[in-house]
C-alpha cells in the first residue's frame, strides 16, 4: 500500500475513532492542540506542542516513570531514568542497540522489576494494580510474535479482548476485532494460520491485537522493525489518530527518521541513561546523533513537512570520517 | 485518573460492519456446531464400543444381553432365573463394565491431563509419561505398596501417586524452563533425566520388595486395566471430574497463555497463578490414572494433537473433545489387549507405548523441520 493510500485508511478510522473520544481523549487533543486529522499539517508540529506546554493546560501524565534504575546480573541497564507520558502523545524511545530501550517498555509494562525508582500508571503506582486491571489499561506489544499452537489470526486478535471479558464491552468483541483487522491491513488473513503467517503479517496481526484490547495507554517494542514501508507508516499514523483521540503511546524505534516524523517527543538513552529528551528537531542534531551511534550523520528536513530525516554519511571504499570532515566534527568521533 | 479513552466506532455507521459481523458469528457458529457435532460422534462411539466390549472376550455376550445386564443391575426387571443368564449378569456388571468404566475414566484424564500440560508447556510434545510424570507417580504409587501403607485404605496408593507427581510435574516445570519457554529439546532430555531418577527409585523398591509388591509394581510400570473393581471406579470417578472440571474453568486463560507468558500477562493473565493450578491438576489427573491402571503412555500426547486438527486449538473445543477421545481411545486400546491374543491379556502400556513411540517420533520430526533443526 503506498503512503497516500494508508494515510488516508487511518484517517477514516481515526476520525471514527476519535469521535467515541471521551474526557481524556478530549483533554490530550487540547494539550497537544491537534484534532483526530491534525497529523495531516505536521510541519513543526514538535515545536508547536513543546512551545505550547508553558501556555496550555497539561493534563496529567498517563505514566510517569522516575528514578528507574534496573540492575541485571550485576550490570545496570538502566540508571536514573525519567519519563512523563501524557494523553495525547506519541513518545519514542531511541537509542543504539543495549541502550536500555526494551528494558525500559518491559519496567513499564511491569515485566521488568525495578531496583530503584518508580512507574505510575494513572497517577498510581503499578505494583498496585492487579493484572486485569492493569491489562485493562495498557496493552503490550512485544518484539516477538510467537503463538505456540495455529491459532487463526481472527481468534489471536479477539484474545486481545480477554481483559474485557465479563465486563458490558464484551458485547462489542466482534465489531472491535473486525475494526482492529481491518486498520492493520489484515482482513483478508483472518482464517490464516498465525504460525503460517510471515513475519510481517504476524507483526500486524500482533499490532491488531494490542489494537482490540483498547486501553488508554499503548506500549510498542520495535512494532515496524518487520513491517514493509507502507505498512510502518499505516502503523505510525494509526498511533498517531490513536493519541490524537486521547490515548498515550510509548513505542521503541530504530528508525529515527520515522520516529521524527510521527512522535511528539523522543527520548534518546545511551547505555541506561537518557542523553536527550524533547522534540524531534531538539534531540536529533547531528553532533548528537553521530555521537551516540557512533557513526557521522546529516540531518536534513523532510521536503514536504520540514521533519528532520537522518541520513547516515555513507562513502564507499573509504571512512566517511576522514572523507567529510563536516560531519566528522563530530566529538565522538574518535581518531579525528 | 484518566477515564478510560473510548475508541469505538458505532458499528451502524459502517454498512460493511453488520456484513463482517455476521461473517464472523458465521464463523464462530460453524466452529462450535464442529465442537458439538464432533462431541457427540464421540459420545456415541464410546458408548457402542463400550457395549460391544463388554461383550467380546472368552466368553462372549451378544450386545443385546449386555444392554439387558445393564438395566436389569439398575433394577428394570428383576433377576433371571435363568442360572445361565445370571452369569452373563455377572460376567458383564461385575468383571467387564468395572474395566470399560476404569478404561474410560483413566483415558479421560491422560487425555486432559496431557492437553492441560502441552498448554502450561505452550509445546504440544508435553506429555506426561514422556516427560517422566507418570513414572513420579508410579513411584510414589510403588512405595505405597512396598512399604505396607496400602493397607491403611483405598485412597492412600492415589494420594502418594498424586504428590510423587506433583512434585516430577513441578520438578520438570522448574528444570526445563528458560526465559519464559520451554525448548523442545529441554524438555525431551528433562524428560530423559527425570524417568531415569524414577526408574532407578522404581528399581530399588523392586530390589526392596517381596514377590507379591514386585508383581504389583511390575503392573505399574507396564500399565493395565485388568483386574478393575467398581471400587476403583468409585475413587478414581470424583478426582477425574474434579480435574476435568478445574481444567475447564482454565480454558480462556490457557488460550491465552499460547501467546508466550509476557503477552498472557499483558492481556491480564496471573501466569503464576495459572501455572501452579494447571500443575496440580495435571497431578491430579495422572496420579489417579497411574494408582489404578500404572503408565499408559502417550494417550494424552496423540488424543489432544489428533483433535487439535479438527476442532482447531481453542482450549474450550479442545479440552471436552480431547477428553471423551481419550476415554474412547484407551477403552478402544483396552479391548484390543484384551482380545489381540487369545487367552492372554497384554499390558496395555505396551500396545499404547507401540503405537505413540512411533507418532511422538512423527511429531518430533516435524517440529524440527518448522524450527529447521534444534536450537
Given amino acids: 500500500m503506498s503512503r497516500g493510500g494508508a494515510t488516508g485508511g487511518g484517517a477514516t478510522d481515526g476520525g471514527a475513532i476519535g469521535g467515541g473520544a471521551t474526557g481524556g481523549g478530549t483533554t490530550g487533543r487540547t494539550a497537544t492542540g491537534r484534532g483526530a486529522t491534525g497529523r495531516r499539517g505536521a510541519t513543526g508540529r514538535g515545536a508547536t506542542v513543546r512551545g505550547a506546554e508553558g501556555e496550555r493546560e497539561i493534563p496529567a501524565a498517563a505514566l510517569r516513570v522516575r528514578g528507574l534504575g534496573v540492575e541485571l546480573e550485576g550490570t545496570t541497564i538502566l540508571d536514573g531514568v525519567d519519563l512523563d507520558v501524557r494523553p495525547g502523545e506519541v513518545v519514542a524511545l531511541l537509542g543504539p542497540n543495549g541502550a536500555g530501550k526494551s528494558t525500559l517498555l518491559g519496567c513499564v509494562a511491569g515485566d521488568v522489576a525495578a531496583a530503584r525508582g518508580t512507574v505510575e500508571l494513572d497517577e498510581r503506582l503499578l505494583g498496585s494494580f492487579n493484572s486485569g486491571e492493569r491489562a485493562r489499561r495498557r496493552g503490550v506489544m512485544t518484539q516477538e510474535a510467537h503463538v505456540a499452537f495455529p491459532f487463526t489470526v481472527a481468534e489471536v486478535v479477539a484474545l486481545g479482548r480477554a481483559p474485557w471479558s465479563r465486563s458490558p464491552e464484551a458485547d462489542r468483541d466482534d465489531a472491535v476485532v473486525d475494526e482492529a483487522l481491518a486498520a492493520t491491513d489484515t482482513t483478508a488473513l483472518r482464517d490464516r494460520r498465525f504460525p503460517s503467517l510471515s513475519g510481517g503479517e504476524r507483526a500486524r496481526a500482533s499490532f491488531?491485537?494490542?489494537?482490540?484490547?483498547?486501553?488508554?495507554?499503548?506500549?510498542?517494542?520495535?512494532?515496524?522493525?518487520?513491517?514493509?514501508?507502507?505498512?510502518?507508516?499505516q502503523l505510525l499514523g494509526t498511533l498517531r489518530d490513536l493519541a490524537s483521540a486521547g490515548a498515550s503511546v510509548v513505542v521503541v524505534l530504530h528508525d529515527l527518521s520515522l520516529a521524527a516524523a510521527w512522535a511528539d517527543r523522543l527520548v534518546l538513552l545511551e547505555r541506561g541513561r537518557v542523553v536527550a529528551a524533547g522534540t524531534p528537531a531538539e534531540v536529533l542534531t547531528a553532533e548528537r546523533v553521530s555521537q551516540v551511534y557512533g557513526h557521522p550523520v546529516t540531518i536534513v528536513p523532510d521536503p514536504s513537512t520540514g521533519a528532520p530525516l537522518v541520513v547516515p554519511v555513507r562513502v564507499r571504499g573509504g571512512s566517511p570520517r576522514e572523507l567529510h570532515p563536516r560531519t566528522s566534527a563530530a566529538p565522538s568521533v574518535p581518531g579525528v | 485518573m484518566l477515564s478510560r479513552v473510548d475508541l469505538r466506532i458505532d458499528r451502524h455507521a459502517d454498512p460493511r460492519a453488520d456484513l463482517r459481523t455476521?461473517?464472523?458469528?458465521?464463523?464462530?457458529?460453524r466452529h462450535r456446531r464442529l465442537v458439538a457435532l464432533t462431541l457427540v460422534?464421540?459420545?456415541?462411539?464410546?458408548?457402542?464400543?463400550a457395549v460391544l466390549s463388554a461383550g467380546i472376550g472368552q466368553y462372549p455376550v451378544a450386545p443385546r444381553d449386555v444392554v439387558g445386564a445393564v438395566l436389569r443391575a439398575w433394577g428394570a426387571g428383576g433377576a433371571p432365573s435363568d442360572p445361565d443368564a445370571r452369569f452373563v449378569d455377572q460376567v458383564v456388571t461385575g468383571i467387564r463394565l468395572p474395566r470399560v468404566a476404569l478404561a474410560l475414566v483413566v483415558g479421560a484424564a491422560l487425555a486432559a491431563a496431557g492437553t492441560l500440560m502441552q498448554a502450561v508447556f505452550a509445546n504440544p510434545l508435553a506429555e506426561p509419561a514422556v516427560i517422566g510424570v507418570s513414572s513420579g507417580a508410579a513411584l510414589g504409587a510403588s512405595s505405597t505398596v512396598v512399604f505396607g501403607w496400602v493397607s491403611a485404605g483405598l485412597w492412600v496408593t492415589p494420594t502418594a501417586a498424586f504428590a510423587c507427581g506433583l512434585v516430577t510435574t513441578l520438578l520438570v516445570y522448574g528444570l526445563s524452563r528458560s526465559g519464559g519457554k520451554t525448548e523442545v529439546v529441554t524438555l525431551v532430555l528433562t524428560g530423559i533425566a527425570v524417568n531415569a531418577v524414577a526408574g532407578a527409585g522404581i528399581a530399588l523398591l523392586t530390589f526392596l520388595a517381596d514377590t507379591q509388591a514386585r508383581e504389583q509394581i511390575v503392573f505399574w510400570q507396564m500399565g493395565s486395566i485388568n483386574g478393575a473393581l467398581w471400587t476403583d471406579v468409585a475413587v478414581a470417578l470424583p478426582i477425574v471430574v474434579v480435574g476435568v472440571g478445574g481444567a475447564a474453568l482454565l480454558v480462556r486463560e490457557l488460550d491465552l497463555l499460547a501467546l508466550g507468558e509476557r503477552s498472557a500477562s499483558h492481556l491480564g493473565v496471573d501466569v503464576e497463578r495459572l501455572r501452579i493450578v494447571a500443575i496440580v491438576l495435571v497431578a491430579l489427573l495422572v496420579g489417579a490414572g497411574v494408582a489404578f491402571t500404572g503408565i499408559i503412555a502417550f494417550v494424552g500426547l496423540v488424543v489432544p494433537h489428533l483433535l487439535r486438527m479438527v476442532v482447531g486449538p481453542s482450549h474450550g473445543g479442545l479440552l471436552a473433545t480431547s477428553t471423551v477421545a481419550g476415554a474412547l481411545l484407551v477403552l478402544v486400546a483396552d479391548t484390543a489387549a484384551r482380545v489381540v491374543v487369545p487367552n492372554a491379556d497384554l499390558p496395555l502400556g505396551l500396545l499404547t507405548s507401540l503405537v505413540g513411540g512411533p507418532f511422538f517420533f512423527w511429531l518430533l520430526r516435524r517440529t524440527r523441520r518448522r524450527a529447521g533443526g534444534w536450537a
Fill in chain 1, 208 to 233: 491488531a491485537r494490542l489494537l482490540a484490547q483498547r486501553t488508554p495507554v499503548l506500549l510498542l517494542d520495535e512494532p515496524t522493525a518487520a513491517l514493509d514501508l507502507g505498512h510502518q507508516e
Fill in chain 2, 22 to 29: 455476521a461473517h464472523r458469528t458465521g464463523h464462530r457458529t
Fill in chain 2, 41 to 49: 460422534v464421540l459420545l456415541a462411539l464410546v458408548l457402542v464400543v
